[in-house]
């Protein structure tokens, strides 16, 4: 699952993925459509085109680099320190054991449980 949250910690959207893919199949569908000011993720994002797609957006790009990035970019390492949201949101999230265990057999039925536990999660 990928979450984009808001500056707050909420839950703004989240794709469901297959447990084998790459964190980044399901990015272009995450960000489809959704304004944003700066992008914080942590080195599994350190792709190229999502770089690029952050500049065409004017967004700015605080993403941990990976040790074989040729040319390190400069990113505020003030702003990096924010992720933590959505790492707790993901703790927050993890507390629902229907959720942690992914009992539910559908997807449509585990998107309802994230919503519901979102809500409550929003709640507190």
Known sequence: MLALTDALGNLVKFVLMPGQR????????LIADVRFDALLADKAFDVNWLIQELGK?????VISQMPRRRAPLEIDLEVYKWRHLIENFFC??????????????????FAAMIYLAAGVINSR
Do not use: P
């Not at 927050?92 to 039925?109: G, V």
């Open 22 to 29: 790459h964190d980044t199949k399901g990015v272009r569908e």
């Open 57 to 61: 957006r004017g967004a700015q790009v």
């Open 92 to 109: 927050k999230l993890k507390e629902f054991k229907r959720i942690a265990m992914r009992s539910d057999k559908t997807d449509s039925s």
